[in-house]
């Protein structure tokens, strides 16, 4: 009986449950470029091109391995632009009764596909680490779902980075090591780029046609597409940038987008790499004397630990999770997030790097963009959906936790144990952002102070109820209380004045 075998555009591996569930001698796989996964955020252009010309390499990969593929491309005249309606075509032309699918990444997606008028069945997506199950029984009972605790049984689990039971070094967290603000450096190696070639070229042609209208710039396009182009970019990353990834995750500067990030999430969320093969790639560095502790264990963690964490409370949390609001924010998303002019240095070149590059790193997406959305009281929903629209590796099963919990806090606390919040002085200490703005980060108040300054004690103040009591913020309330009444008075009005602005669409 035939089958049909629905792959989507983050699904791009032979390993994906329903390839591995399917018969190739008698099935047929289902792939389609479509407008409702284009367009239901608006995505960067640079999204769209990488996630369509890699599902065209890989629906061709599949044909020369014997597979039958139906592929609809996006400027095909009878493409239905939703995948059901692809896999109710592709139903109708094969006379297939079963249609099996590997589980979106999104509740919408999930949604979609259970309510369609043809029935499909989907299968867990065992690509990650910790099943749904799995993850649950470790959340069970628990007061605070702390990711500390469950990266740990990862790391158990895999036994990466492990030495009879107990973690190489003698510790599971060397974080306190990679918080060095970095300086510039004309010889370090970028991320290793690759020419577009043929079926790229075509795909960027489509997208500039279809979606010249939406944020973000499509040329220059220099990533991978497939999965030798991956293996290559995450071999460079190794070679070149992994000893001192550790050291300077955290920091930023003005002349230098990517100092020694991977930059392979889009490529592992696409499918095209393994988490698991990466992480045994840097723990085989480290093993070989080629990057020590700190760096491998930080990159470690932020796929085993917190990818899989944060999956993890995607699902458990379920479908209203993206409409959290604990803190009650509802400001409207400010014109600077899409590129308008902004005086404040730091978002400036997050936002402009996110609008060349469809990246920023984790500090530029948390204590940059993130951080001022909650000092600012941004609705987290629109924030979400910026997050959603404009970043590579963004997917809603990824991107979901990471700003409604940890970056805004609106989930009331699940994910964060506090707020991430700061003022100038963080983004002064990890970059060299402050040099050049016009606001100074050594000014509390007037004209020329920080707004993050500004908006840093209007959100402690505005929130005082819900985290004076909070043990990990009570210092900051003790330093509050201790300035003079006058001072308060005036950190406050000016900071309600940066907000009248901000609500006026004026230039800050």
Same mark, same amino acid.
Not at 62 to 87: A, C, K
Not at 287 to 309: F, L, M, S, V
Not at 384 to 412: C, K
Not at 475 to 482: A, L
């Given at each position: ?21 399917? %018969? ?8 389609? *470029? ?67 699918? #590997? ?39 628990? $007061? ?27 510790? &599971? ?16 190696? =970028? ?16 997208? *500039?046609? !279809? ?10 396009? &220099?990533?991978?597409? @497939? ?21 300077? /995750?955290?920091?930023?500067? @003005? ?28 723990? $085989?560095?480290?093993?070989? =004397? ?39 924010? @509802? ?6 997030? &899409? ?24 500090? /530029? ?11 600012? =009281? ?5 924030? !979400? ?7 590579? %590796?963004?997917? *809603? ?45 050594? !000014?509390?108040? =007037? ?9 840093? &004690? !209007? ?25 003079? *009444?006058?001072?308060? #008075? ?12 901000? @609500? $006026?669409?004026?230039?800050?």
């Amino acid at each position: 009986m035939v089958k049909l075998v629905l792959v989507l555009g983050d699904q791009l591996t032979t390993r994906v449950a329903a390839l591995k569930a399917a %018969d190739k001698s008698t099935d047929t796989v289902v792939m389609a *470029e479509v407008q409702g996964e284009a367009t239901y955020v608006q995505h960067h252009p640079k999204k769209i091109a990488f996630v369509f010309a890699a599902m065209r390499k890989f629906a061709a990969q599949l044909q020369q391995d014997g597979w039958s593929v139906r592929y609809t491309r996006f400027d095909d005249p009878e493409n239905t632009h939703s995948i059901v309606g692809e896999l109710i075509k592709a139903a109708d032309a094969t006379g297939a009764t079963q249609i099996i699918a #590997t589980e979106p990444g999104e509740w919408r997606l999930i949604d979609a596909l259970a309510d369609a008028p043809v029935p499909v069945t989907q299968l867990e997506d065992d690509r990650f680490l910790a099943s749904h199950a799995e993850f649950e029984r470790w959340a069970d009972g628990r $007061k605070q779902l702390r990711m500390e605790y469950f990266y740990r049984d990862m790391r158990r689990k895999t036994g990466l980075l492990m030495e009879d039971g107990n973690p190489v070094g003698g510790k &599971w967290n060397f974080d306190h090591d990679n918080r060095k603000p970095a300086k510039g450096d004309l010889f370090r190696e =970028g991320p290793l780029q690759h020419d577009p070639d043929e079926i790229t070229q075509q795909v960027l042609a489509l997208v *500039e046609q !279809h979606f010249a209208d939406s944020f973000g710039d499509l040329d220059p396009f &220099w990533f991978a597409t @497939d999965r030798a182009g991956a293996l290559a970019s995450l071999d460079h990353f190794i070679t070149h940038h992994l000893a001192q990834f550790g050291d300077f /995750q955290d920091a930023m500067l @003005d002349d230098d987008k990517f100092l020694h990030h991977s930059l392979v999430s889009f490529y592992i969320n696409a499918g095209l790499l393994g988490p698991l093969e990466v992480c045994e790639a840097v723990a $085989k560095a480290y093993n070989d =004397g080629k990057a020590p502790i700190n760096a491998a264990e930080g990159y470690i963690r932020q796929i085993i630990g917190w990818r899989e964490y944060i999956r993890g409370i995607y699902y458990l949390e379920g479908r209203d999770y993206t409409q959290r609001n604990a803190l009650g924010h @509802d400001r409207n998303l400010p014109a600077f997030y &899409w590129g308008a002019e902004t005086r404040m240095n730091c978002v400036s070149k997050a936002v402009g790097q996110t609008q060349t590059d469809a990246y920023a790193h984790h500090i /530029q997406r948390l204590m940059v963009t993130g951080n001022f959305g909650l000092l600012a =009281g941004i609705d987290p929903h629109q924030l !979400h959906e910026w997050y959603l629209a404009v970043y590579m %590796d963004a997917y *809603e099963w990824v991107e979901a936790p990471n700003t409604i919990g940890m970056s805004q806090f609106a989930d009331g606390g699940i994910v964060a144990s506090k707020p991430y919040v700061s003022g100038g002085a963080y983004i002064n200490r990890m970059s060299d952002h402050c040099k050049s703005c016009h606001y100074s980060v050594s !000014h509390k108040t =007037g004209e020329k102070a920080c707004p993050f300054n500004l908006l840093y &004690w !209007h959100f402690l103040n505005r929130h005082r109820q819900r985290f004076e009591k909070n043990p990990r913020m009570a210092q900051m309330y003790r330093t509050w209380d201790k300035m003079d *009444e006058d001072r308060r #008075t005036t950190v406050l009005a000016d900071a309600d004045a940066v907000l009248a602005r901000l @609500d $006026k669409g004026a230039l800050i």
